[in-house]
DNA sequence: GGTGCATAGTCAAATCATCGGTATATAAAG
DNA sequence: CTTTATATACCGATGATTTGACTATGCACC
């Protein structure tokens, strides 16, 4: 599953959203990193719709603008908890491998990282 | 970046490897849920290589066949270390979202977020 | 009446991964 | 001795997905 395959169904998890309400959200939770483009909104909503990950939910009109509703379905969340799962893992292996790796600067017994990598490192 | 550009850095994190030495790390951090393709890793390496997330360490000739050792290079590292930090920040949203979600089995409440989110968050 | 935002959508190009193949060397199986 | 398996490196075609660059519309603000 892509990046902004996740985001999506992650948008998606929290409930109903439109086309550009998911583009908002994504770029909220992101903390205004990532900016999905509509091309990609829209091409992933239609697949994700064909493998029945997400279902079209309802349509409203507001100001004369319509605004249709998608939400994710059992299968969704599912393959979202799952690919929640994958990535656990992944970035545990990962994270542990770069704690234990030595830097080209450092004398040999340099203690553990400092600086930005906040959050415990395994 | 995806997984299998992580994958591969994630499998130099450790050391420098080779080529089908790094297919082999892989399978094993995966649990042997994931095998890289040949030509996956080959064109991803020239792609890495180009980018100096990786580099060329030495070359080998084991049994009369060519082992050429890759390695992170700094840039690597950071690169890696800073998608890390990127997959946690998702992965806990996501997580965090569906820990919320009303299940189907559950009976109804209301769409919107109503007093229930007490509950263990993860 | 122009600018900008909210909203939906399209399409061509680029990126990257995958599949299936080539090639070589050794060792084991038949 | 020929085939098969394992270890190793690499390539070309294809395909899935993302990206970038658009069109379009209604409303609000200046």
Redesign the interface.
């Known amino acids: 599953m ?2 902004p395959t ?2 999506i ?2 948008a998606l ?4 959203r439109h086309g550009y309400g998911i583009i908002s959200d994504i770029e909220r ?2 903390d205004g ?1 990532t900016r999905m483009r509509a091309g990609t909104l829209y091409a992933a909503l239609d697949r994700l719709q064909a493998e029945r990950l997400i279902a079209s939910d309802r349509e409203e009109v507001v100001d004369g603008r319509l605004r249709r509703y998608y939400r ?1 379905t ?1 299968d969704g ?1 599912a393959a ?2 799952a ?2 799962e ?6 545990e ?3 542990r ?2 704690a ?2 030595p ?2 600067g450092d004398a040999m017994f340099a203690p553990l990282p400092t600086g ?2 906040s ?1 415990g490192l395994r």
């Open positions: 892509q990046e996740f985001l169904l992650t998890a929290e409930g109903a939770i992101s990193r994710l059992e969340a979202l908890a690919e929640v994958a990535l656990r893992r992944r970035t292996v990962a994270a491998r770069l234990a790796r830097r080209l930005r990598l959050g």
